[in-house]
């Protein structure tokens, strides 16, 4: 007897529909064919022990299963549920008819139990467009698929749940989410606050400056001057997520098995973070068995190395290109995938080893070839992508216990980043994939930036006198765009020119 249920296998967020044929016949073997890997081979054990376990029996048959495409290779063990509700099916346990409007993931324990598989939410969505009636999810994944409207997600615990549900029986209802209620509740909760930062003024408005506009940012300056607490604070006045990029974001997070068990669309901006041992892959992306790296997990959001220069200089040449085309593609001998990766790039680094180059109340012991030695591990390419060059000073004693002034926090300067990114996006609505001013061409530049007769001579001193490059100066004409909207002035003005060039820590005499 021939039985089919659906599943699906996953290639970057894409979720691809894939049968499983388990055809029963006279014999006692077992094939499984189709380019199943190791976990999806070894299904076989854990399927005769769950089906045992369950009070049901494993059929003493020649089994063949076909897991169609059978081109398209199978990783994981998501496979787990569809081949034993397969197997249930030809026994006559379960009722085939029911099968064909259904698809079903889930790694089976050996005592039936159902476990949390990876990229539920892209399953969900394959699901819907699919035009199927209901999805069968573990228990831990059904708030995580339940986002997707006009489709039935149930969440099992035990494989006897997915039987008793098949069969018509059982009291398992689908799982229902007020999607856009939790999503806007939790937008309003971030853990870090900038009324938290004393002082630092200069740091603080080019942080607000680098959120308005999308804008790279770099920080150079000795420890413990504040780099790291500022940086993690930037999500909290980036403009609150779309439910569109919203939906995006989440998918790369459970592609990678990242969300929580109850969670269901990340509705704040990802902040990652990782260590300077991070590998060339981890940061990118990919693996034997693929796996989204930290730029991708970044997407819509903030990725932040700090102390730059110990990253190894690989991982570092391989943002460079992602950062341009904000997707980075990634071929493999057994997989050829595109994901997303449009994140604001934060970094911070000490101005030498020791630390304390020009920092007024410490000496730098470095050596003038230690120095260059250091700031060689950046490559000048990739620093011409950091459109805020700032220095940060350490903060005085006397800021620390100055109570005459109020701190201005997130909500008051995401206030504003909100004003300026609404001028953009009326700005740029007739252009695909332009949303801030950090997207903009070439062309974008020449309509937008329109500069007067003093905006121009600025533009040249500082072309002269720094050595900048014509990346450089096109990063200048849009931190000057993105100034200018803050102070929703429609034509690029001298002081904003001026603003610009100033943030151009790393062209001036003092670092080179």
Not at 142 to 163: P, Q
Not at 243 to 265: K, R, W, Y
Not at 287 to 303: C, D
Request: with cysteine; aromatic share 6%; charged share 20%.
């Amino acid at each position: 007897m021939l039985t089919t249920t659906l599943c699906a296998a996953l290639n970057g967020l894409e979720a691809i529909p894939v049968k499983v044929e388990v055809n029963l016949s006279d014999g006692s073997l077992f094939f499984m064919v189709g380019l199943p890997d190791n976990a999806v081979r070894e299904s076989r054990t854990r399927v005769f022990s769950a089906l045992h376990n369950s009070g049901h029996y494993f059929p003493r048959q020649k089994i063949t299963v076909n897991l169609a495409p059978a081109d398209l290779k199978k990783e994981g063990s998501a496979y787990d549920l569809p081949l034993a509700v397969g197997l249930l099916a030809g026994n006559h346990v379960v009722d085939a008819t029911r099968l064909e409007r259904c698809m079903m993931v889930g790694e089976l324990g050996l005592d039936g139990s159902l476990r949390p598989i990876k990229g539920a939410l892209p399953i969900a969505i394959k699901a819907r467009e699919m035009g199927l009636e209901a999805l069968i999810v573990p228990q831990q994944n059904a708030r995580e698929a339940a986002v997707v409207n006009r489709l039935k997600v149930y969440g099992a615990t035990h494989l006897n749940d997915v039987v008793a549900l098949l069969n018509g029986r059982g009291d398992l209802e689908p799982t229902v989410v007020d999607t856009r209620a939790e999503f806007y509740e939790q937008q309003a909760q971030y853990a870090y606050d900038f009324a938290d930062v004393r002082g630092q003024d200069n740091a603080k408005r080019a942080f607000e400056i680098a959120a308005a506009g999308g804008h790279n940012l770099i920080m150079i300056g000795s420890p413990g001057c504040g780099k790291s607490m500022m940086a993690k604070r930037l999500p909290s006045i980036l403009p609150p997520l779309s439910l569109a990029e919203s939906l995006e974001t989440t998918q790369i997070h459970s592609v990678a098995g990242m969300l929580d068990q109850q969670s269901t669309l990340i509705a704040q901006r990802p902040f990652r973070a990782p260590h300077h041992t991070i590998s060339d892959v981890a940061l990118i992306g990919g693996g034997t068995h693929f796996q989204p790296g930290e730029i991708s997990l970044a997407h819509n959001g903030v990725l932040f190395l700090d102390e730059l220069p110990e990253f190894s200089r690989s991982a570092l040449e391989t943002l460079r290109q992602p950062l341009e085309d904000r997707v980075v593609s990634i071929s493999r001998a057994k997989y050829s995938v595109s994901l997303p990766c449009s994140f604001m790039l934060v970094a911070s680094m000490n101005p030498c080893p020791c630390g304390y180059l020009n920092d007024p109340k410490h000496e730098c012991t470095c050596s003038d070839a230690a120095i260059t030695r250091y700031r060689r591990k950046v490559s000048g390419p990739l620093l011409d992508r950091f459109d805020i060059q700032l220095e940060v000073m350490p903060i005085a004693f006397s800021d620390l216990y100055d109570d005459s002034t109020r701190e201005e926090s997130s909500a008051q300067v995401r206030a504003r980043v909100i004003r300026a990114r609404n001028i953009q996006l009326a700005r740029f609505a007739k252009d695909d994939g332009i949303y801030c001013n950090s997207n903009m061409t070439q062309a974008h530049l020449q309509t937008y930036c329109q500069l007067d007769a003093a905006c121009k001579r600025l533009l040249e001193r500082a072309f002269e006198k720094l050595g900048i490059s014509a990346r450089a100066h096109n990063r200048i004409l849009k931190l000057a765009r993105t100034i200018a909207d803050l102070a929703e002035s429609e034509q690029i003005q001298a002081p904003h020119i001026a603003e610009a060039i100033q943030y151009r820590a790393l062209d001036k005499s003092l670092w080179n």
